[in-house]
Structure formats: structure tokens, C-alpha cells
């Protein structure tokens, strides 16, 4: 049996600021066009101001988590960062890097495998909206 792989690339808009984004859909649409049937899933967001992670796509949840990075990480703090560029993004940085930029999902029977409320999101934590590409990259057979 040969491994297969798939790489592909998704545009996903955002309004930056912790916005959150639900992957799932398009992933689990990606997964099934793959005709693959067992392997793993890996989403990857190229730069360093967003993140990927898994929660409940809810908005009490999603409401809860910005709460949670804001008090984390505050934005309207002093960073280094800001100092030396002055684009006022420092904050983003330091939170994409404590979410990370990758996820790796096991799928079998050509379907996720994915707990009933859990779902694939990215975070765009930038001071401004952005085109996102979010690789993703399917191996298998």
C-alpha cells in the first residue's frame, strides 16, 4: 500500500482581532474530494500572527476564549515588538505563538476523526482583517 499526498491551499477572509474561524467544512470537504480512506489531516497556517486550534464552534465558547487570550496576552500593553516596527501587532505575534500554527487530525473510513462538539478553527489574532491561506495537507491511503 502507497501513501498518498494531497496539499492544498484555502482562502479564508478574516476580521483579525481574535477572530474566529471555522475550518471544518471546507477540511472535511477537502478530505472527501481526497477519495482517501485512512491517514491523517494537517492544517497549517503559514506566518506568525494566527493560529490553529480545535473548540466548540459556539459563540458562548468562542466569547469565552477571547476573554481568555485577552487576559492572557492584553493588546493595549507596551511590546518590543511595537517599538521597533510600529505597526502596533505585537500582541499578535505572542499569541499565535503560544496557540501554534499547526493541527494534525486522524481520519478513517474517509471521515474525521473528531469529537461530536469539536471543531477545526482558525484564530487570526492580527490588528487588522486579512486573506489568510491555510494549507492543508492530506496523507493516506
Known amino acids: 500500500m502507497s501513501v498518498k499526498v494531497q496539499t ?9 482581532m481574535a477572530d474566529v474561524v471555522d475550518l ?4 472535511a470537504t477537502l478530505l472527501q474530494r481526497s477519495g482517501l480512506s485512512g491517514g491523517t489531516v494537517t492544517v497549517f497556517v503559514p506566518g506568525s500572527t494566527a493560529g490553529v486550534t480545535t473548540i466548540e464552534f459556539e459563540s458562548g465558547v468562542i466569547g469565552d476564549l477571547k476573554k481568555a487570550i485577552e487576559r492572557l496576552v492584553p493588546h493595549a500593553m507596551h511590546y518590543d515588538h511595537d517599538a521597533r516596527w510600529g505597526d502596533g501587532n505585537g500582541f499578535s ?4 505563538s503560544l496557540m501554534g500554527p499547526s493541527l494534525t487530525i486522524p481520519f ?3 471521515k474525521l476523526l473528531l469529537g461530536t462538539w469539536q471543531q477545526i478553527v482558525l484564530v487570526d489574532f492580527d490588528n487588522r482583517p486579512r486573506d489568510r491561506d491555510v494549507i492543508v495537507q492530506i496523507q493516506g491511503a
Open 93 to 96: 505575534h505572542v499569541r499565535a
Open 24 to 27: 471544518t467544512p471546507q477540511v
Open 108 to 110: 478513517s473510513a474517509g
Open 8 to 16: 492544498n491551499t484555502l482562502q479564508v477572509p478574516t476580521e483579525g
